[in-house]
């Protein structure tokens, strides 16, 4: 033993000081220089490494050295990555799946024998403390590569009517390199698709010590690609890729939407949070306290499932300030290779500087922060401001960092309302000991994961995501396969170019209005009586804002009826009616949802051979064919009956100690465009699901023959369907799909128009991130496929909620 | 030795026991978590493993203890380290670094003196479970008794029982008097009062009995008598620790903190400091405000001690027995 450090222990023995505990970087150094600390990109199973190329430095934030250069990948790497993914596709989706099971495991196997050197890889590149990337990062990865491996054995039975989507672009986050990369590549490989991962430039690294795995593992070529490049706008505008995974800002998540709009690209999105902490005044403080700890400062307060937002109800509101601020007071910030340290530099100066500009808005605040911190630009303390406005840009921005707002709330209710009043919805955490306070906090936050008396709790076994603008799809869980799966009659139609002027799409009606010879009676001998149609919401018939309405012919070219010509005021009207009603449909009890569906296919029963002519009539599909068509609406009115209270959610097998339920939420207000090759099955195959699951819907009847949809009001109306949870409004389809589509209370859209239409609703969905459901111009045969899981997919959201539980500790 | 620290205690304040809300697994993940947020490594490991002897209570409590055992205690608590091992880790404090205490029966009290004073080491003090150890199922006459003539005997600090009977059937104010006899009855002597952790049922039942016990005056409050099935986990401590501090902040009295049964590595002591250091702040990491209460604990230490300073793990037979 040296004798200085023999010398030092009296004096340490007086003050008891922690001293250091360096954690080594020698294996991350020693996997470098292996690489001669420059990466080719890993393509079809090799390293490709091209003279002149333009590098990319990546650097170490703790001490700004230069670690690695990677290559700024060109044209004609990404064709190269593409095509070899897409020949390596037609091998992996058709190999058996106990065999791509058993190339996950394996890929388990080998992350676990090397998780020491991911541990060290991963923080070194982005900052992250070691203690986190050894317990948390690199533990879960595994644990994903485990869990899905499962899924990738039992696929072909529990998704027996579906198929891959083919070549997958996955873009993880740098708050997460490797476990966004992880979740997300293990589930597309799983259901049989083929990865190109775009790791971001800010931490490639851990992705390429993943190419390096997944060479080891000997995986079949071209089946992981890992590309680096700082644009991904090649890449995502590819025409050969078929489905996109991104996680990442909002403003990204939009880009990314708008750019691959109308290419039928699968699209899922993990995009920022603000996520709200309450404390109710019943909570253990000092428990609270921890959980905010966690909540905020976890992974250097980089991630999107971080506490930002503190919601303290006013009566222990200064006693948990105070707590807080002494419990803050120890943590340490210094270099990530440290282990006594809680937090590391974040990963750039930028996001340290965003911080700093936050701290200097004015926001009425008071400012406590965390002393002792490195004096370099991308180190920031654990900062607490409390007694913040909630208009201020502090509560209100998208940031990432170590910073937390608390604000007091006076009742529950104004909680749950501070809580969602918010444009994000990936988490939020509950504190209370009283039991009916937490639960109906869970159920009444609006966001894909709540916890309860916990933060930042996950496991493979439990999806991940968000709501609202936080995005759609899920990672981790059975949910989460399907966002790599597409219905096995879906072919994807052939990628071409559409040109669609977003400016000018669907902003003027084309409804031809002037005036026309009347309609004759079916005898054709005596003027007949106009049938005039009316719009129907908000539960009853409403004349069109316009005043104006237009004839539908039948194939002999008689006018059959008036339909309105419903416009923007007209679906605001729709939408408001529908939002109103929205969280009370969705609340009603499944029998009673049950119930009413029932009601409405007897009474259309009753009807049948009428609605049956008005489809022949307009149509010009033989009574046979129409008739069917009613028969087999009516057998799809059963069919979602019986659905309303068969499809709640899952107990998870996660790692807690309690339950972990996944509840199957309504997505919200829904609006749907139908297709013109089933006007009338299409319009009930497409609401009944929707209603069933607690949505309320505003919707657009087929564009030529919306009589049999718009009459059906008189069949709702004699229901007992409560006014706003169905509305129908004919007009110009693009007038409507536009209003739709740019409707921040709308929360999905289903669209079966033309390819074009479904470029708009693509492109203009960005704007609040709802999620869409298109046809791309492809038609659909509702006889035999669009129903069962496809339509309990879209027509519900999850939610993770996560119960630990327990009073018995010893004895 | 240690007299001037010493809780007045407070009226009975059912206030402080009411509407105690803990929240088991929540307690659980950040007990599990200071282990790892903390390490002390080399030098710093040392320098804590020697605080920790400074803060054990060493320890016999059995029906066969004798004079001559209770005689190898004392000796030991007074010379914890060999006088080998003090040079090699260059130990040049005047103060010799003895234990805090020794624990023993009232019985062995007396037998404790003698040794000490033998040894020269009179200034350690005697710690002495008393009350109906570990029960504490007799008369309260007789527990009280029993103080007395511990106290009589030459023990400075005593360590009571509270009664369960009263804690698991809510009769708060009942353990609440008690102890307060027992404060009484304990004179200038300190009072560490054992929760018998492992016997109460919930952790709420663990915050309240700290409460209780702290406002009827306990200098020190203890997890467990070491012969319960649970004894000292950092789940419970963690309750109590967080009591302590509340008690400091409504009275402005400093308690200490005993953990007791079951601590028998030095990695573990040193996650004890830690947690008293997080918690409740560096001045409670010292014996006047936290000990353990450990037999095996020590050999351990000495173990790893002549690791770190020889560079290689001694056999039994090179640590002097105690």
Known sequence: MAGQAILNVESIFDNLSYGSAPDSESAALSWLNKHSRHFGLYINGQWVHRDAQIT?????P?????LATTVEASEDDINLAISTSREAFNIWSSLNAHVRARYLYSIARTLQKCQSLLAVVEAIDSGKTTRETRATDIPAVIRHFYHYAGWAQIKDSELAKWKPYGVTVILPHWSFPLLH????????????????????????????LFADICSQVGLPKGVVNVVTASKDVSLLSHPNVDKVVFAGSIEDGQRVRKLTAGTGKSLSLELSGRCPVLVFEEADIDSAVEGIIEAAFFNNGLSNHSGTRLLIQETVYSQVIEKLKIRMSKLTVGKNFEKNNDQGPLISSEVALKLITLLQSPHGGQVYQVEGVPNQNNYFPPTLIYDVQTSSEVYVDEFYGPLLVAVAFRTVKEGIALANHSVYGIAASVWTENINIALEAASCIQAGTVWINAHNLTDAAAGVGGCKKSGYGRSGGKRSLYDYVQPNYQNRSVPRTINVDFNKFGTSSSADILPIAPPTDTAGDKLSVDKTYKLFYGGGQKRPDSGASYPIRSASNQVLGYVPDGGRKDIRNAVEAADKVARSWAKKEGHGKAQILYFIAENLQSRLKEFADLISAMTNKSKEESTNEVEVAIQRLFYWAA????????????????LTVEKNESVGVIGIVCPDNFPFLGFISLVAPAIARGNAVVIVPSNKFPLAALGFHQILETSDLPGGVINIITGDQDVLTRTLTEHHDVNAVWYFGSAEGSKFVEFGSAGNVKATWVSYGAEVDFINNCDGEELLYHSTTTKSIWMPMGDVFAN | M????????????????????????????????IASRRAVKKQWQAAWELRAISCIDLTTLAGDDTPSNVSRLCFKAACPLSKELMNLL??????????????????????????????????????SVATGFPCGQTP??????????AVEDGASEIDIVINRTYALTGNWKGVYD????????CGKAHMKTILATGELGSLSNIYKASMVCMMAGADFIKTSTGKEGVNATFVVALVMIRAIRDFNNITKQKIGFKPAGGIRTAKDACVWLSMMKEELGEEYTSNKFFRFGASALLADIERQLYHFATGCYPALIDMPMG
Request: proline share 3%.
């Open chain 2, 178 to 185: 008690e102890v307060k006899l027992m404060k009484e009855a």
């Open chain 2, 2 to 33: 240690m007299a001037e620290q010493i809780n007045c205690g407070c009226d009975f304040n059912e206030a402080l026991i009411k509407n105690v809300k803990i929240n088991l697994s929540a307690v659980t993940r950040r007990a599990a978590e």
């Open chain 1, 56 to 60: 990319v430095e990546s650097r170490n």
């Open chain 2, 90 to 127: 260059k130990w040049q404090k005047e103060k010799v670094l003895t234990t805090a205490a020794v624990c023993v029966y009232p019985n062995q009290v007396k037998a404790a003196r003698e040794a000490l004073a033998k040894a020269g080491h009179l200034e350690i003090p005697i710690a």
């Open chain 2, 140 to 149: 309260l006459s007789s527990r009280l008794a029993e103080i007395r003539a």
């Open chain 1, 62 to 66: 703790a001490n700004d050295e230069l």
């Open chain 1, 643 to 658: 659905y309303c209270d068969k499809y709640g959610g899952l107990v998870q097998e996660t790692s807690l100690y309690g």
């Open chain 1, 181 to 208: 990369l992880g979740s997300r590549v293990a589930a597309a490989l799983a259901t049989g698709n083929t990865v190109i991962i775009l790791p971001s430039t800010l931490a490639p690294l851990s992705a390429l």
